[in-house]
């Protein structure tokens, strides 16, 4: 059974830091590239950043570059979010996904999702 589990969200001040973690199972880890994305209340999913499988180079969304930081551990299936500085805006519902080719921003390319964990950042 494919999962795909994250965890580490929570309430945090404005300017704080939360890592996200997202545990994988059921699948050949290694071969896909995951990435994270995020959903607001009233908003459409978006991306936040992506790590590939091949050589582990990073992606980031221009809301989060500079703030946010991906990478993976192989050898855990995990790969984990480093949010640093959090703002208000970084409210919202964080998934990851695996994708089996390469990192994109299109939610419907992804063949797998977690149930995703809440973020909130309070003013």
């Known amino acids: 059974e494919v999962q795909l589990v994250e965890s580490g969200g929570g309430l945090v001040q404005a300017g704080g830091s939360l890592r996200l973690s997202c545990a994988a199972s059921?699948?050949?880890?290694?071969?896909?590239?995951i990435g994270w994305f995020r959903q607001a209340p009233g908003k459409e999913r978006e991306g936040v950043s992506c790590i590939s499988s091949s050589d582990g180079s990073t992606y980031y969304t221009d809301p989060v570059m500079g703030r946010f930081t991906i990478s993976r551990d192989n050898a855990k299936n995990t790969v984990y979010l480093q949010m640093n500085s959090l703002k208000p805006e970084d409210t919202a519902v964080y998934y990851c996904?695996?994708?089996?080719?390469?990192?994109?921003?299109?939610?419907?390319?992804?063949?797998?999702w977690g149930q995703g964990t809440q973020v909130t950042v309070s003013s």
């Open positions: 996904a695996a994708h089996g080719i390469k990192c994109n921003w299109y939610p419907h390319a992804y063949d797998y």
């Open positions: 059921g699948f050949t880890f290694d071969d896909y590239a």
